[in-house]
Structures are given as structure tokens and as C-alpha cells.
């Protein structure tokens, strides 16, 4: 999981919450109260509930805008378990919690393959150490 977790207020601009999603270079902020997270904007989110339909950035919250109480998954969860959990609740990003539920991390599909690359390149290594030479 990365630890540093882009997050939003409700109350924030929903402007405020493109630009910090931009400046940070990410598809997704968590909404976050009182350090749990209750819901998640993803770019998509911004492109189909605000421009889509013609509302104003400037006016609009994050709380206006986000998916509510979004899927998470606790720290302690194995690989299976998370790809499972993303797959049932049909999620791309998911944010990782304590056993308080306070937000620890995030988790993505892009996180996941590459942390799979990586495997499977290790894997290739000792493959290849281990085989005769052609």
C-alpha cells in the first residue's frame, strides 16, 4: 500500500480537490473525517458528476461529488484477499485501514501489477539461475 494517501475535507471545493489531484499526479482523493475515510473522488467521478453535467467546480463539494463510505480494506490483508474484495466490490483504488479504521494507505490496480511485474521478474531470475544453459 503507499502510505501517502491524497485526502479531502467534505466541505472542500470540489475545484480544490481537481487541483490537488493534479499537483499530486493522482486519479483519486479520499475523503477523510475525523482520520476515517468516508468516500473516495476519482477522476472519473469529476469527469461524469461535475463536467458532464454542467456544474461549477467552484461551488460544488467534495461531499456533492464523492462515492460514499467506499470499499476498504484493512492493512493486514493478504494479496488474494484485496484482489477479491476489489473485484467484488468492483473497484480500482481502495483505501486500507487499521483496525480502528483509520485511514493507513491506499491500494490500486496499478500498485497491484506492479508489485506482479516485480514478482514475476524475481520469478524469471531464479528460473533462469536454476535451468541448464542452452
Do not use: F
Not at 456544474?55 to 467506499?70: F, G, K, L, Q, S
Amino acid at each position: 500500500m503507499r502510505e501517502d494517501v491524497v485526502t479531502a475535507s467534505p466541505d472542500e471545493s470540489v475545484r480544490t480537490v481537481a487541483k490537488r489531484m493534479r499537483d499530486e499526479t493522482v486519479g483519486s482523493v479520499v475523503v477523510v473525517e475525523d482520520g476515517r475515510p468516508t468516500g473516495i473522488i476519482t477522476d472519473r467521478d469529476l469527469a461524469t458528476r461535475i463536467i458532464a453535467e454542467g456544474e461549477d467546480p467552484e461551488t460544488r463539494a467534495a461531499m456533492d461529488v464523492m462515492t460514499r463510505n467506499p470499499a476498504t480494506v484493512t492493512a493486514d490483508a493478504g494479496v488474494r484477499e484485496l484482489c477479491d474484495q476489489m473485484a467484488d466490490a468492483c473497484v480500482r483504488r481502495m483505501p486500507v485501514v487499521d483496525y480502528e479504521g483509520n485511514l493507513a494507505g491506499i491500494i490500486t490496480h496499478d500498485d497491484l501489477n506492479t508489485l506482479l511485474a516485480d514478482e514475476q521478474r524475481e520469478l524469471a531470475a531464479v528460473i533462469a539461475a536454476e535451468s541448464p544453459p542452452y
